[in-house]
């Protein structure tokens, strides 16, 4: 009897080491946004609803989990959101796949979609095809989700690229702010490396054509010939010097910030609010970013945090030197998946559904509109309008809406929407490889050695190549 | 009598039946596990792997990377042991002194333990912002005259490892104090006594006396501290961009493991073979300054 009851107390603290073990693992995925709202409305819907497991990098595509709830009451979808700074979502997501945590539908960036479209995982989507032709989803938006003919991801976004500049400062240093007359002048490399210099003599240093050299890394790399792997060998492509060597000349001659990406400085210089470590005011001339560049990043970031300087009506939009696309989201559905029909759904409604696009383009889904549906929702989930959906039909149909809009006019007018309709059906999707992400990430800190003076371009090759062997072992480098 | 000696070993058992248990299934079976893994080529995309013999280990001696991180590893850990033992052993001493008698010993004590209670996240973001290029640091350093223009502090190597070293100490400086306190207050008063009535000075009693009793501690704070700095990981990894830039001088054991297991296709053989190697190192390692460190006196 007593000997039981040490077994049944040992056994308790076995199992109760084991669920502490095992807890972190599920829970502490969810981002702080997220999490709050679906913990407190799982209890309340968990007996009859069937949940639908969705992982993205960011929150965005909750705005649409949450619109899919309106029309699929039966439906609880469960939104966990992991960053990708520094490669989290893609570790964690490859960690649970095969195993009970994974999840039902999945976003995949631009930079590592094609690495899952490649692989077993995904389910065959031919089911949506008709689907995304009654859209008429951009070719290249399905291409990449393609792989041997099997379709297996769809895009909500297209993502051509542009150049966005001041207005006040293409004045200033150029005389004229029409875009058609900036794009001419900056239509070639030597054009805008032209336009770098005259701003530097003009201002005496103190505005930059760019914040960062990276900024022009994706027009680069989305201009050369080949992939980064062709036949399971490293291809260096010369646009990619010629990317290094421009990034070098932009540095030596104090064309650019110096500010990294996603970091202070960078969206400092958006509203003007820069200022180098002796105090002195500086000025960024242009931004290279994407058509989601502009609601999610520069126009979110034209008010600086003190409230003293607003770029907000200055800014004008053109294609720039070279063509290109940036980023954009796929779904996809696990194979393993046991709500596939729904994880379908789900990518229908959120990629090719045109009320939804139409919604989700044109700031439909506000605050208030999702708060009727879960009143748990975080008050950044609203979508502003603006985000260049996949689907010709609804960018044909919303496109003359943005003539007046909140964004034309942060743009003083210039319809950005129309510009990138153009600009979309000539994007292609023939150089992204499953490898791009890892590849282009380990390039990042031998370039910036290289461009600080540490390293010579030799060494920058070598150090390059030591990291992608680590990460590739079957890859073929010379 | 023998049924009552029996139930008294099988309450033994059952008392330590849930370490076992646990050390089994999250101790054990990994070491094996990762073992078996390392002579595979299995990745996480394609979730199967074939035996490819000591392709993984043949291939980690190929280049440079993997001895570049076993030599930022012990670098890094060395530079920061030194110093962390020495200011522990100097503020432990203080501490403890009967003749110097410090007042708020234990406020001290714990000041010096706080940065260990931080999340190493939010230490090196901390430490990230402080030194990026638009940061306060270059800031305050600008404006001074310490420097002519702003500097990409975590591009250069001196400074990257500098601060991987110094966060390091800092946050662990305060635990080996602890440790050493409570090994040196341990020490009978009696001894120092004696010594005193000898007319010993400091110095004669704290070779004399204190080091050799704190010996057993000692051993305890190497083999721990050697164990925690072969496999740091979080400090350098979020430091910079979680590959051990700058030019691969803060990259660690670790996170070479890591970046092979997170690398495209998720490459867990090559990265159990990091992790076997680590792990056989360490223990080599741990090994050699338990025998060079064990009580001599035993032996005779």
Redesign the interface.
């Known amino acids: 009897m007593r000997k039981s009851l040490f077994s049944i107390v040992s056994l308790l603290i076995i199992a109760s080491m084991l669920l502490a073990g095992c807890t972190p693992a599920t829970t502490a995925a969810p981002a702080a946004t997220a999490a709050p709202a679906e913990a407190t409305q799982a209890p309340a819907a968990s007996t009859e609803k069937t949940i639908l497991n969705v992982w993205s990098f960011t929150n965005e595509i909750n705005t649409m989990a949450i619109a899919f709830e309106a029309i699929h009451p039966e439906v609880d979808v469960v939104y966990t959101m992991i960053p990708m700074t520094n490669g989290e979502y893609q570790t964690k997501l490859k960690a649970v796949i095969g195993t009970a945590d994974t999840p039902d539908v999945i976003a995949l960036e631009a930079a590592f979609v094609k690495e899952y479209v490649e692989a077993d995982f995904l389910a065959d989507l031919a089911d949506l095809l008709p689907a995304a032709q009654a859209a008429q989803t951009y070719q290249f938006v399905i291409d990449v989700g393609t792989d041997n003919g099997v379709t297996k991801a769809f895009a909500y976004q297209a993502t051509p690229g542009a150049v966005f500049y001041r207005r006040s400062l293409a004045t200033e240093y150029f005389g004229t702010d029409d875009p058609a007359e900036i794009q001419a002048m900056m239509s070639d490399l030597d054009g805008f490396i032209e336009m770098a210099a005259t701003i530097k003599e003009k201002s005496g240093g103190d505005t930059y054509m760019v914040a960062s050299s990276g900024d022009f890394q994706n027009p680069f790399f989305a201009n050369r010939a080949q992939p980064w792997v062709v036949d399971g060998a490293l291809v260096v492509d010369p646009m990619v010097e010629e990317y290094i060597n421009i990034a070098k000349l932009f540095r030596d001659n104090g064309y650019e910030a110096q500010a990294q990406q996603w970091q202070e400085g960078w969206f400092a210089g958006m509203n003007d609010s820069l200022v180098d470590a002796d105090g002195n005011a500086k000025q960024v001339f242009c931004y290279f970013l994407p058509t989601w560049g502009l609601p999610y990043v520069l126009a979110p970031n034209s008010k600086s945090a003190d409230g003293a300087h607003d770029t907000g009506g200055d800014w004008g939009v053109v294609t720039g030197p070279l063509p290109y696309q940036w980023g954009g989201t796929w779904l996809g559905a696990m194979a393993e998946s046991p709500n596939l029909e729904l994880a379908k759904e789900f990518i229908r409604f959120a990629t090719l559904d045109e009320q939804n696009l139409t919604n989700w383009a044109t700031g439909v889904y506000t605050n208030a509109y999702l708060a009727a549906i879960d009143p748990n929702v975080a008050p950044d989930q609203a979508q502003a309008a603006g985000d260049f959906v996949s689907s010709k039909v609804v960018v044909n149909k919303i496109v003359a809406s943005f003539d007046n809009s909140e964004l034309s006019a942060f743009l003083a007018g210039q319809n950005s929407y129309a510009g990138f309709a153009e600009a979309a059906p000539s994007v292609n999707a023939k150089l992204m490889t499953g490898s791009d992400d890892a590849i282009q990430r380990a390039l990042n800190d031998p370039i910036n050695q290289y461009l600080n003076g540490e390293i010579s371009m030799d060494d920058l090759w070598s150090i390059w190549k030591d990291a992608l062997r680590t990460e590739f072992p079957d890859l073929v480098i010379k | 009598m023998n049924l009552t000696a029996l ?1 008294k070993i ?2 033994g058992y ?2 330590i ?2 370490f076992v ?2 050390f089994l ?2 101790g054990l079976y990994p070491v094996v596990n990762t073992l078996a893994l390392s002579f595979t ?1 299995m990745t ?4 199967e792997g074939n035996w490819n013999d000591f392709q993984n280990f043949t ?1 980690l001696f ?4 993997f001895m570049t991180a076993v030599g930022n590893t012990w670098l890094l850990w060395i530079l920061n042991f030194i110093p962390q033992i020495g200011i522990a052993m100097l503020l432990s001493m203080w501490f403890t002194n009967a003749r110097l008698r410090l007042k708020g010993v234990g406020l001290w004590r714990a000041m010096f333990f706080l940065p260990n209670l931080l999340m190493p996240a939010a230490v090196a973001a901390l430490f990230f ?1 402080l030194f ?4 306060p640091v ?2 305050v ?3 001074f005259d310490l ?1 002519p ?2 500097v ?1 502090f975590l ?3 001196p400074v990257a490892r500098a601060l991987v070293i110094f966060i390091q100490w800092w946050m662990w400086f305060g635990q080996t104090t602890i440790i050493l306190m409570a090994g040196m207050t341990s020490i009978p008063v009696h001894l120092y006594e004696a010594a005193m009535v000898d007319g010993a000075t400091s110095m004669q009693m704290f070779t004399r006396i204190t080091l050799p009793l704190l010996k057993p501690i000692l051993v305890y704070i190497f083999v721990t501290s050697l164990v925690g700095g072969m496999q740091m990981f979080d400090i350098p ?1 979020l430091l ?4 051990g ?4 001088s803060i990259l660690t054991n670790t996170i ?1 493991m890591y ?9 867990i053989g ?1 990265a159990s073979a990091v992790g076997v190697m680590v792990f056989l190192m360490t223990s080599v390692c741990a090994m050699a300054i338990m025998y060079f460190l064990r009580d001599k006196d035993k032996d005779k």
């Open positions: 139930k099988n309450h059952l008392f039946a849930p248990i646990g299934i999250f080529d996480l995309m394609t979730r291939r190929a280049d440079d990377v912002s990026s290029y638009y940061g270059n800031q350093m600008v404006r420097l223009e702003a990409h591009q250069k190597i990894y910079t961009d979680g590959r830039s700058p030019s691969q070479l970046t092979k297991f997170a690398s495209s296709k998720g490459h090559a």
